[in-house]
């Protein structure tokens, strides 16, 4: 194979060119590189070696203006912008930098195509005019403003750039105009050299005049790079531009025109592979890499190129360990670094100025892989402690006395991080730069392992460098807000470049980097609608039918561009590889590019198709089973002997698995902060509540009075209770006072019921409240003794029954208390649960010799108090309505007969854990 840049030195050599005295012209940089490596083949004898330039760098060069960046252009612009506008009609710099931006890239526009800028910009105006306010007769405040706006955009652009001129700086479309305002001189003074320009295809005005009237001087030569298979086809927009420059350019009509060459039309080998999501794509190039690895030993002339640049890492981490030798040609976003994400977090956290700090930024903050190491003195981690801090005293906001507190010897960091940071943008700054400087000390101590994170912090460095130099030769930065809005723009341009060697092993580029370069095996990637193409934008001031008028460029000329490229990696390649997106439910996934349809429908090469799915190994559910090795029997036996309780027992019932790994293993749930008052939080205040209500009044019989007197009590105990079990959380707003509202709720329903069934006649005598009971049975077959152990919310007296009483403040309803078939206890916790839990403590109580049977059991709900006490009941049949709701020794042997087999089955050496499917 034989590339465009050989074939254009093998015809200079062939015309007797001086390459010394040549200055060639490329797309890119990059293209250029590969220009001097075959330079060498054509020369004999040593010489100067030519001028091998960018387009930018030779447009550059010739209109003598320093390039400026886009930050600083947008500072340039909002100082113009300040002196034009009336002091009370001024926009802040970040509202201004959200429509400015689009200006800018219309004022590029503009001057790179050479339209004559006052009259664009009246006839803007006269459009705005016409479209919506020509026929208002008294116009608002609003509709002046908004017409004054298009009114004043050529005395924007005016004054701007005379500016940007009077300190010889210029933005790209403007160094382009002030180049062609240039041209002639610059002929005059480089008569003698020739300029070769390779590789073009969409050319701006600007360029299209430089380069025809260099051509018409005799001042240079040009090649084309496009195939007959694109020229002939007046519909392929491969050619679009090359076919218009060849139709119109005069020079064309009297000297050839270089080159059409026939390689698009030689055999190829073309697969094209659909491939469910990113990623997969990503891991089915490796596989492709690894199988040419294995074909050739060797990578050379390959080429990965990204339609979507974000597979990058995804790629790398996909490619096989044998590779030696790879490039990477474009650069990673800074944006998309580790780092980032902590300055996001530093951003967020104190863009609203407030002096509290939400727990979850706090915790994303220390928990940061660059920050932690900075938390840690010795063998005390302060970020654990103050995530454990947060956790245990349930604390949502926190200040930075708070965080102090919790973490003394690290004030400094603390500082660094939360310290308020609405003083000056100059001091945000310092702050910033003094904590990647904190971050590369601790980092410096083992370089060879942080060589990246390194690099992240230098970049970073510079880029707030920049930031503080902007903001104090222009004052611009009002805010943070304004900070944080610029600092985004500057990350989303911002690139880490990699090192490689370009000429040796396998090449990973984006579609722009391919300009000029030709391999023999190309890999495609992301070939979808709206990757490649991109599809249809228009983020511009300028109507699309104005920019159709002005020989603007549209979405059309933009498809055209990738239509190209996309083309002339094919035009030489012997082996092509076009990965697209299967998957649907993605904005730039699931359609296949129209690339894709038109190579089938040229029906010029044998396409082989296929649709990859990933290997995903079958993998059967298996419920989780654990065998009892005798250290488990151990563990078991010790848990049995210290007691167990009916939570504990119907957490078995539940899932044996849970009861493993909360009382064998003693796993415990994480205790996480509560924003929104819990469940069990709000239960534990309402009981103990309670409590404390009814506690005194063991041994006596309630009278009315006494309630009515304690209800004067529940806003104060209702709060104790929550400030003892919420901690720091705040109960006063939100969700939070409404469960605290339902808690005091709660309780005075409950008073109110009890005082409803005094005022009846009924007699209420309390016997224990919250009474814990321990007792030890024997259990046949097992050789230790077995304890039982359960707290009681309430005994009392009802009318001479003894009842006793489970508080629940979730909903209860009368059929989860009956029972018909005694075996299902202990196995269904979902129906029976309830039923076992006051079945239970009635065992236990009659145990310990504490009632005197019969007796009733049962559950107040506090969600269904008008169902009053919900006594258990044993049913005939699951479909009689009678049922038996006074518990004697009968009940309570069936109770224990179930009860012991279910304490047998957890003691069996020969039953594993085995989890349930819930």
Same mark, same amino acid.
């Given at each position: 194979?034989?590339?465009?840049?050989?074939?254009?030195?093998?015809?200079?050599?062939?015309?007797?060119?001086?390459? =010394?005295? !040549?200055?060639?012209?490329?797309?890119?940089?990059?293209?250029?590189?590969?220009?001097? +490596?075959?330079?060498?083949?054509?020369?004999?004898?040593?010489?100067?070696?030519?001028?091998?330039?960018?387009?930018?760098?030779?447009i550059g060069d010739m209109s003598e203006l320093e390039s400026i960046s886009n930050a600083e252009l947008l500072f340039e612009f909002y100082t113009s912008y300040i002196k034009?506008?009336?002091?009370?009609?001024?926009?802040?710099?970040?509202?201004?930098?959200?429509?400015?931006?689009?200006?800018?890239?219309?004022?590029?526009?503009?001057?790179?195509?050479?339209?004559?800028?006052?009259?664009?910009?009246?006839?803007?105006?006269?459009?705005?005019?016409?479209?919506?306010?020509?026929?208002?007769?008294?116009? &608002?405040?609003?509709?002046?403003?908004?017409?004054?706006?298009?009114?004043?955009?050529?005395?924007?652009?005016?004054?701007?750039?005379?500016?940007?001129?009077?300190?010889?700086?210029?933005?790209?479309?403007?160094?382009?105009?002030?180049?062609?305002?240039?041209?002639?001189?610059?002929?005059?003074?480089?008569?003698?050299?020739?300029?070769?320009?390779?590789?073009?295809?969409?050319?701006?005005?600007?360029?299209?005049?430089?380069?025809?009237?260099?051509?018409?001087?005799?001042?240079?030569?040009?090649?084309?790079?496009?195939?007959?298979?694109?020229?002939?086809?007046?519909?392929?927009?491969?050619?679009?531009?090359?076919?218009?420059?060849?139709?119109?350019?005069?020079?064309?009509?009297?000297?050839?025109?270089?080159?059409? @060459?026939?390689?698009?039309?030689?055999?190829?080998?073309?697969?094209?592979?659909?491939?469910?999501?990113?990623?997969?794509?990503?891991?089915?190039?490796?596989?492709?890499?690894?199988?040419?690895?294995?074909?050739?030993?060797?990578?050379?002339?390959?080429?990965?190129?990204?339609?979507?640049?974000?597979?990058?890492?995804?790629?790398?981490?996909?490619?096989?360990?044998?590779?030696?030798s790879l490039n990477i040609t474009m650069g990673f976003p800074l944006k998309s670094t580790p780092l980032t994400s902590l300055f996001d977090a530093l951003f967020l956290l *104190?863009?609203?100025?407030?002096?509290?700090?939400? *727990?979850?930024?706090?915790?994303?903050?220390?928990? *940061?892989?660059?920050?932690?190491?900075?938390?840690?003195?010795?063998?005390?981690?302060?970020?654990?402690?103050?995530?454990?801090?947060?956790?245990?005293?349930?604390?949502?906001?926190?200040?930075?006395?708070?965080?102090?507190?919790? &973490?003394?010897?690290?004030?400094?960091?603390?500082?660094?991080?939360?310290?308020?940071?609405?003083?000056?943008?100059?001091?945000?700054?310092?702050?910033?730069?003094?904590?990647?400087?904190?971050?590369?000390?601790?980092?410096?101590?083992?370089?060879?392992?942080?060589?990246?994170?390194?690099?992240?912090? +230098?970049?970073?460095?510079?880029?707030?460098?920049?930031?503080?130099?902007?903001?104090?030769?222009?004052?611009?930065?009002?805010?943070?807000?304004?900070?944080?809005?610029?600092?985004?723009?500057?990350?989303?341009?911002?690139?880490?470049?990699?090192?490689?060697?370009?000429?040796?092993?396998?090449?990973?580029?984006?579609?722009?980097?391919?300009r000029v370069i030709d391999f023999e095996t190309v890999i495609i990637s992301s070939v979808n609608e709206g990757v490649l193409p991109s599809g249809k934008s228009n983020n =511009?001031?300028?109507?699309?039918?104005?920019?159709?008028?002005?020989?603007?460029? @549209?979405?059309?000329?933009?498809?055209?561009?990738?239509?190209?490229?996309?083309?002339?990696?094919? $035009?030489?390649?012997?082996?092509?590889?076009?990965?697209?997106?299967?998957?649907?439910?993605?904005?730039?996934?699931?359609?296949?590019?129209?690339?894709?349809?038109?190579?089938?429908?040229?029906?010029?090469?044998?396409?082989? $198709?296929?649709?990859?799915?990933?290997?995903?190994?079958?993998?059967?559910?298996?419920?989780? &089973?654990?065998?009892?090795?005798?250290?488990?029997?151990?563990?078991?036996?010790?848990?049995?002997?210290?007691?167990?309780?009916?939570?504990?027992?119907?957490?078995?019932?539940?899932?044996?698995?849970?009861?493993?790994?909360?009382?064998?293993?003693?796993?415990?749930?994480?205790?996480?902060?509560?924003?929104?008052?819990?469940?069990?939080?709000?239960? !534990?205040?309402?009981?103990?509540?309670?409590?404390?209500?009814?506690?005194?009044?063991?041994?006596?019989?309630?009278?009315?009075? #006494?309630?009515?007197?304690?209800?004067? $009590?529940?806003?104060?105990?209702?709060?104790?209770?929550?400030?003892?079990?919420?901690?720091?959380?705040?109960?006063?707003?939100?969700?939070?006072?409404?469960?605290?509202?339902?808690?005091?709720?709660?309780?005075?329903?409950?008073?109110?019921?009890?005082?409803?069934?005094?005022?009846?006649?009924?007699?209420?005598?309390?016997?224990?409240?919250?009474?814990?009971?321990?007792?030890?049975?024997?259990?046949?077959?097992?050789?230790?003794?077995?304890?039982?152990?359960?707290?009681?919310?309430?005994?009392?007296?009802?009318?001479?029954?003894?009842?006793?009483?489970?508080?629940?403040?979730?909903?209860?309803?009368?059929? $989860?208390?009956?029972?018909?078939?005694?075996?299902?206890?202990? &196995?269904?916790?979902?129906?029976?649960?309830?039923?076992?839990?006051?079945?239970?403590? !009635?065992?236990?109580?009659?145990?310990?010799? =504490?009632?005197?049977?019969?007796?009733?059991?049962?559950?107040?709900?506090?969600?269904?108090?008008? #169902?009053?006490?919900?006594?258990?009941?044993?049913?005939?049949?699951?479909?009689?309505?009678?049922?038996?709701?006074?518990?004697?020794?009968? !009940?309570?042997?069936?109770?224990?007969?179930?009860?012991?087999?279910?304490?047998?089955?957890?003691?069996?050496?020969?039953?594993?854990? @085995?989890?349930?499917?819930?």
């Open positions: 194979m034989t590339t465009f840049i050989f074939d254009v030195l093998k015809d200079l050599k062939e015309i007797n060119v001086d390459l =010394s005295k !040549t200055t060639f012209i490329l797309p890119s940089k990059r293209a250029g590189v590969f220009l001097k +490596y075959h330079l060498p083949q054509f020369i004999n004898a040593p010489i100067f070696s030519p001028s091998i330039l960018s387009i930018e760098e030779f034009l506008s009336e002091k009370k009609a001024i926009e802040s710099f970040e509202s201004f930098s959200k429509w400015a931006q689009i200006l800018l890239q219309d004022f590029n526009e503009i001057d790179r195509h050479l339209i004559p800028q006052e009259q664009i910009f009246n006839y803007l105006s006269d459009i705005q005019d016409l479209k919506h306010w020509s026929l208002e007769g008294n116009k &608002t405040d609003f509709v002046r403003n908004y017409l004054a706006f298009w009114n004043k955009l050529y005395d924007y652009y005016n004054h701007f750039t005379k500016h940007l001129l009077n300190i010889n700086k210029g933005y790209q479309g403007l160094i382009y105009r002030e180049a062609v305002v240039n041209l002639e001189s610059y002929i005059k003074d480089n008569s003698h050299k020739l300029h070769v320009f390779l590789g073009f295809n969409a050319l701006n005005t600007a360029e299209e005049f430089i380069i025809q009237e260099l051509l018409q001087n005799s001042s240079a030569k040009i090649y084309w790079d496009i195939d007959k298979v694109f020229i002939d086809n007046s519909k392929h927009d491969a050619a679009l531009f090359t076919r218009r420059y060849k139709n119109s350019w005069g020079y064309f009509k009297k000297n050839a025109f270089n080159w059409v @060459t026939n390689n698009y039309s030689d055999k190829k080998s073309i697969s094209i592979c659909g491939i469910p999501k990113s990623v997969g794509q990503a891991k089915h190039i490796g596989s492709i890499i690894n199988d040419l690895m294995r074909e050739r030993g060797s990578l050379e002339k390959t080429a990965v190129v990204l339609g979507d640049e974000n597979l990058l890492i995804p790629i790398l981490n996909s490619l096989p360990l044998s590779i030696e *104190h863009k609203n100025g407030s002096h509290l700090f939400y *727990h979850k930024d706090i915790i994303k903050i220390i928990s *940061h892989q660059f920050v932690r190491p900075l938390l840690v003195e010795e063998h005390h981690d302060y970020a654990s402690k103050l995530i454990e801090a947060i956790n245990e005293n349930n604390y949502i906001y926190l200040n930075i006395t708070q965080l102090k507190e919790i &973490t003394p010897n690290r004030n400094g960091i603390i500082d660094l991080l939360f310290t308020d940071w609405s003083n000056s943008i100059e001091n945000i700054l310092k702050k910033c730069s003094q904590l990647i400087l904190t971050i590369k000390e601790n980092l410096d101590r083992d370089k060879r392992s942080n060589l990246l994170s390194l690099e992240y912090l +230098y970049r970073f460095n510079s880029m707030f460098n920049e930031l503080s130099r902007l903001n104090s030769e222009y004052n611009h930065i009002g805010d943070i807000s304004s900070l944080y809005s610029l600092y985004k723009e500057l990350l989303s341009v911002e690139t880490l470049d990699f090192q490689g060697e370009p000429l040796e092993g396998l090449q990973i580029m984006g579609m722009l980097e391919s =511009s001031f300028i109507p699309f039918d104005v920019k159709l008028e002005n020989n603007l460029p @549209t979405y059309k000329e933009k498809d055209a561009v990738y239509t190209y490229h996309f083309y002339r990696l094919l $035009q030489r390649a012997k082996n092509i590889y076009i990965l697209y997106n299967t998957e649907a439910d993605v904005l730039t996934g699931g359609e296949k590019s129209r690339f894709i349809t038109q190579l089938e429908i040229e029906n010029i090469h044998q396409i082989k $198709q296929q649709i990859v799915t990933p290997k995903t190994p079958s993998t059967s559910s298996q419920l989780t &089973t654990v065998i009892k090795t005798e250290a488990l029997e151990k563990l078991i036996i010790d848990i049995v002997k210290s007691g167990l309780s009916p939570s504990s027992l119907t957490n078995y019932i539940r899932n044996p698995i849970d009861f493993y790994y909360q009382k064998v293993l003693k796993i415990k749930e994480y205790d996480d902060v509560e924003e929104t008052i819990a469940a069990n939080t709000l239960g !534990t205040v309402v009981h103990n509540t309670l409590e404390d209500f009814y506690k005194p009044l063991e041994g006596e019989f309630l009278m009315i009075e #006494s309630l009515k007197k304690l209800k004067s $009590q529940i806003d104060k105990k209702v709060a104790f209770h929550f400030k003892k079990e919420y901690k720091k959380g705040d109960i006063t707003k939100g969700k939070n006072l409404i469960v605290f509202e339902i808690a005091k709720r709660y309780v005075s329903n409950f008073l109110d019921f009890e005082i409803r069934e005094l005022d009846a006649g009924n007699s209420i005598k309390i016997i224990a409240i919250e009474a814990n009971h321990n007792i030890s049975i024997d259990v046949p077959r097992l050789n230790f003794p077995v304890w039982l152990t359960g707290k009681i919310d309430r005994i009392d007296s009802y009318n001479g029954v003894t009842r006793i009483i489970d508080y629940k403040t979730g909903s209860v309803n009368q059929n $989860q208390v009956e029972l018909a078939d005694w075996e299902v206890i202990s &196995t269904d916790y979902k129906k029976y649960g309830k039923s076992f839990q006051v079945l239970f403590y !009635t065992y236990l109580l009659k145990k310990t010799n =504490s009632i005197q049977l019969p007796v009733e059991a049962g559950i107040v709900s506090f969600n269904n108090l008008g #169902s009053g006490f919900l006594k258990f009941g044993k049913k005939e049949s699951p479909f009689s309505r009678a049922k038996n709701t006074l518990i004697t020794n009968d !009940t309570l042997l069936s109770f224990e007969n179930e009860l012991i087999k279910l304490i047998k089955e957890i003691c069996n050496p020969d039953i594993p854990f @085995t989890e349930k499917k819930l």
